[in-house]
């Protein structure tokens, strides 16, 4: 079992940033890379990034390129998710969620584990 806990979010204006946190415990050792997703109110949930615990490997969704940076600190076992130039469209729930599958996991269908989520909302 793999347990996830997310933190950071929170209430920002549109241009500022924010940091999310997801601290991974259990059978990490498992899981080979790591995600954050979103979801917004009436909204399917949607991927935003995605890193290897090996190697590094990053991958976004085009709509947070530029904006958003994915990482990890393997010794703490957490992934973070630094968000600038946020914008009201980025207001959801951001999840994290851990996945032992190879290649590029962008669907939520390629993660077995989630957190519970942390609400992230931009006001204008």
């Known amino acids: 079992q793999v347990q996830l806990v997310e933190s950071g979010g929170g209430l920002v204006q549109a241009g500022g940033s924010l940091r999310l946190s997801c601290a991974a415990s259990g059978r990490t050792f498992r899981r080979s890379a790591m995600g954050w997703f979103r979801q917004a109110p009436g909204k399917e949930r949607e991927f935003v990034a995605a890193i290897r615990w090996s190697g590094g490997s990053t991958y976004y969704a085009d709509s947070v390129k530029g904006r958003f940076a994915i990482s990890t600190d393997n010794a703490k076992n957490t992934v973070y998710l630094q968000m600038i130039s946020l914008k009201p469209e980025d207001t959801a729930v951001y999840y994290c969620?851990?996945?032992?599958?190879?290649?590029?996991?962008?669907?939520?269908?390629?993660?077995?584990?989630w957190g519970q989520g942390t609400q992230v909302t931009v006001s204008s």
């Open positions: 969620a851990a996945s032992g599958l190879g290649g590029a996991p962008v669907s939520p269908a390629d993660y077995d584990y």
